[in-house]
């Protein structure tokens, strides 16, 4: 019997984080962004009380894309997700399982956000960081760790979300589960990143030994086929064996665009280096677009979505149109991640091919990068995009007690480098032992007492009435 709680107090903060270099994607470069903090304080049935934490980057247009607002506001709209999200949950007074609680809200969240303009995987952000937090609090009162915790449904999660799945589903799926000791960086390639020479692709001081490579595209064909071109060529080397991926963030407009590069890619022979290594496209099409455009043939290629993963049954909808998976990422929810890992397996068992991939945007060292790190681990994700340790220098801003704090109980994660703390990579890996501690992959909490409330939304752009 899973344990309930009711939760006391959520409390948000934030911390600025400076990058290290730009990073552009799609129609945006950062330089900067806040990160969010979560802490909340639950009541277990009798156990007693206890505090939980989570983090995440608030990044600015990639959870809402509409050319009309700023980045600015479009991280107004994740800030306002967290505060609605916390007016539904702390309204739930009764004791509940951590699922009954998420179940009971996210409808209502989505809802509450779309009136207010904000789209649903905007709106999922707010419940998904809350639900991190409540985990860990939930482990630390149990006294037990994240990956026997999940095994042993801890959470309570069953199928009344995803009614094309049966409760026995998921409790087979996660009963069946075991770690894995180590999680290969796929290592992101910017659109303004250096390709060829030193700080380029190919330099192992830049990419952190990585095998795996996911590469940025901007949706022009021409200019995408060529830049690949020029990365396969920096990369294929002698006696070096690497696999790639492609993310469009939405940028190609339609499926004649997208033909058009896939074309290149099986014909064009300079290209051969990275269509031979391919292991999928993420994301190319806008998400509406998305769900209007049946892949086709096209889907021979292996296609996943990732920001059209709004809902719960986005991956029905996605494998009816030809898609073969979707990303897991702790900022969309670990519930609907755990959901889709039990349909991958569930539908592959025919011979098929379905999978879910770690695509990581907003993951820093730290809380947010542990969490993320033990989902994917759980679930079976061999390889994750870890953008953390390449475009942000180690743990920024982060007090040097607190990042001391996390690599002292963390070892087998962090390093001290002689110029700061950063992510231990091990022969292109991190591991994941550390991470099975009492509490959602940590043993420690941020320095609570250096972060600032988190902001108040500037702006407001509700629907008219």
Known sequence: MSPRLKLRDIAFFERPVQFARPFRFGAITLHATPQLFVRVEIEVEGRGTAVGASAELLVPKWFDKRPELSPAQTVDGLRRSLEIARGLYLARTGFLTAFDLHAACIGAQVATCAKKNIPALAAAYGPAEIDKAILDALLRAVGTNCFDGMAGNIAGID????????????????????????VAIRHTVGLDDTVEGEGGVADAHENAGANYFKLKLSGDPGADASRLARIGK?????????????????????????????DRLDRDSALRPIASRLLYVEQPMPRDITRQSPLGSLAAHGFI????????DAFPAARA??????????????YKSIVNATRAAKWSAGGARFFVTGEDLTCQAGLAVQQDLALGAFIGVTHAERNGHHYVDGFGETPAAEAQAFAAAHPDLYTETGQGIRLNIHEGDLLTGSLSTAGFATSVHPDWSALRPLEQPKSLWEKSA
Do not use: W
């Not at 979505?305 to 719960?312: F, G, R």
């Open 159 to 182: 199928a009344r979300l995803s009614p094309d799945l049966k409760d026995a589903d998921l409790a087979n799926f996660l009963a069946g589960r075991k770690p894995l000791p180590r």
């Open 321 to 334: 149109l030809g898609y073969c998976g979707i990303s897991s990422k702790s900022c969309k929810g670990l």
């Open 234 to 262: 920096a990369l294929d080397t002698p006696g070096r064996h690497y696999k790639v991926t492609l993310d469009a963030n939405e940028q190609y407009a339609d499926l004649a665009a997208l033909q058009a590069l896939m």
């Open 305 to 312: 979505i990732d920001e059209a993963d709004d809902s719960y």
